[in-house]
């Protein structure tokens, strides 16, 4: 039992403090506005502009549904109460 649970706990151990989960991703301050230092960088307004490809994703998904496709995760993501305006 002890050499099945030893390997997992060491992977633990090295994978734990690699992990950074929680907590914006850039805060400004840093190459940014120094006035604002340690507030998080959000969008303009709140909102996303983003540009997909003019052409078709690959031979299964079409241009139309790539865009249908990347539509609905940005609408899940912004449905979010703390991720929308």
């Known amino acids: 039992m002890r050499a099945q649970i030893l ?3 060491a992977f633990l151990i090295c994978v734990i403090p690699l992990s950074n989960a929680g907590g914006p991703a850039f805060v400004a301050g840093s190459g940014y506005n120094s006035g604002v230092e340690g507030q998080a960088l959000v969008w303009a307004n709140g ?6 490809d003019q052409g078709n994703l690959s031979p299964i998904l079409s241009n139309t549904q790539a865009n249908a496709f ?3 995760a940005f609408g899940v993501w912004t449905s979010i109460p703390p991720a929308s305006p």
């Open 7 to 9: 390997p997992g706990v």
């Open 47 to 52: 909102s996303i502009q983003y540009f997909t």
């Open 70 to 72: 990347v539509a609905a």
